[in-house]
């Protein structure tokens, strides 16, 4: 499993984000959301801006919401054991 996080410099909910992936020993990137062309990448594949976007697997997780993150980790286990 491995996550890539957009994220802006000095975002709390970015530092929140990607201490939460580490909290569950998921590894990520992180890509700054500091160019047109990033922000017009994460418009076409969520139709939003603002930081955090994660990619994880896939699957898009928008903000800081570890639930969110949560289901998605246990639905991702779940079809790797299947």
């Given at each position: 499993?491995?996550?890539?996080?957009?994220?802006?410099?000095?975002?709390?909910?970015?530092?929140?984000?990607?201490?939460?992936?580490?909290?569950?020993?998921?590894?990520?990137?992180?890509v700054l959301i500091d160019?047109?062309?990033?922000?017009?990448?994460?418009?076409?594949?969520?139709?939003?801006?603002?930081?955090?976007?994660?990619?994880?697997?896939?699957?898009?997780?928008?903000?800081?919401?570890?639930?969110?993150?949560?289901?998605?980790?246990?639905?991702?286990?779940?079809?790797?054991?299947?």
């Amino acid at each position: 499993m491995k996550a890539t996080v957009y994220s802006t410099p000095n975002c709390g909910y970015c530092t929140l984000m990607k201490n939460f992936l580490d909290e569950q020993q998921i590894p990520y990137d992180t890509v700054l959301i500091d160019s047109p062309e990033v922000s017009q990448y994460l418009m076409d594949q969520t139709g939003r801006l603002g930081a955090p976007q994660t990619n994880l697997n896939g699957h898009w997780i928008l903000g800081y919401d570890p639930n969110q993150a949560t289901k998605i980790i246990e639905f991702l286990q779940q079809s790797t054991e299947n």
